[in-house]
């Protein structure tokens, strides 16, 4: 087995602190990444010094602002979620509730940015956060419109039960899939989140292909599919037209320019199966 990298070895300290123990002491990284002390100390004090992390008075660390700046200038944060924030208030003041936008990363549904009022339903969803297709609207929707291979990995993998209501059954969710193709849109009901309820819509880039998920997240009782499946779909239909323009004017035109949107860099164009787009979550 390779010995493991310096990088290697600096990405298990930063992916120690994860949501809910934003604060850990050295002994906690070190039993976390299984580092030797002597080397979590030497590779912490470096992060500190480069701003990577930040110590506090109690001796605790946590993640240093100079990874938000830098994180800041992923193609993704500054594309796709400028594009998609004028349409996500617009859908946020017509229906006061959550609104979120969602993409394909691996085998989960990835949160790029979300909107949520005083009276909104409580969810699970936070910017940045991962969720399972399987049981939310906006994997729903991106797993829907993904290559067939994509979603017998996804299934391959188990359907874990989040809920009673969450589907497991592999046969039950590829008609779901199917349907929300025919109908295009997607709605969970307690599949997530037990009180909460989702419907999303598919952004749309070049070639048709499918780059996020755009989705509204209400409390379960009084939800209203066929009231708020038309605004969700409008806005997702705004957002493909704009996300479409902006990679026209974007893409490439000489080999090895920068391609915008992630993954589209790693694939020559927008995918359905590993670019970024809209979602929400119904238990999120």
């Known amino acids: 087995m390779p010995r493991p990298t310096v990088t290697s070895r600096v990405f298990a300290i930063l992916n120690a602190f994860v949501p809910g123990e934003a604060r850990l002491t050295l002994t906690q990284i070190s039993r976390r990444t299984g580092l030797p002390i002597a080397t979590t100390h030497r590779l912490v004090g470096e992060l500190t010094r480069s701003g990577g992390l930040e110590r506090e008075p109690g001796g605790t660390y946590r993640i240093g602002v100079r990874l938000f700046e830098i994180g800041s ?63 939310t609207g906006v994997g729903k929707v991106l797993l829907g419109y993904a290559p067939p291979a994509v979603i017998d990995a996804v299934i391959g993998r188990g359907l874990p039960a989040l809920t009673d209501q969450t589907i497991t059954d592999p046969d039950r969710l590829r008609r779901c899939l199917a349907e929300i193709r025919a109908q295009g849109f997607a709605w969970t009901r307690d599949e997530m989140t037990v009180g909460a309820m989702s419907i999303a819509a598919p952004v749309f880039g070049p070639d048709a292909q499918v780059v996020a998920a755009l989705s509204v997240v209400v409390a379960t009782q009084g939800g209203d599919v066929g009231r708020l499946a038309p605004s969700v779909k409008t806005a997702a239909r705004g957002l493909s037209r704009q996300v479409t323009e902006w990679w026209d004017r974007m893409v490439p035109s000489a080999p090895g320019a920068a391609v915008p949107l992630g993954a589209a860099a790693r694939t020559g164009r927008l995918s359905a199966q590993r670019n970024r787009g809209i979602a929400t979550d119904p238990g999120a």
């Open 73 to 135: 200038l992923a193609p993704i944060g500054g594309g796709l979620r400028e594009l998609a924030m004028p349409f996500m208030e617009d859908l946020y003041e017509a229906t006061h509730e959550n609104v979120q936008l969602a993409v394909l990363e691996g085998a989960e549904a990835l949160f790029l940015e979300k909107i949520s009022g005083r009276s909104s339903v409580k969810i699970v969803t936070r910017v940045g956060g991962r969720l399972p297709l399987h049981a």
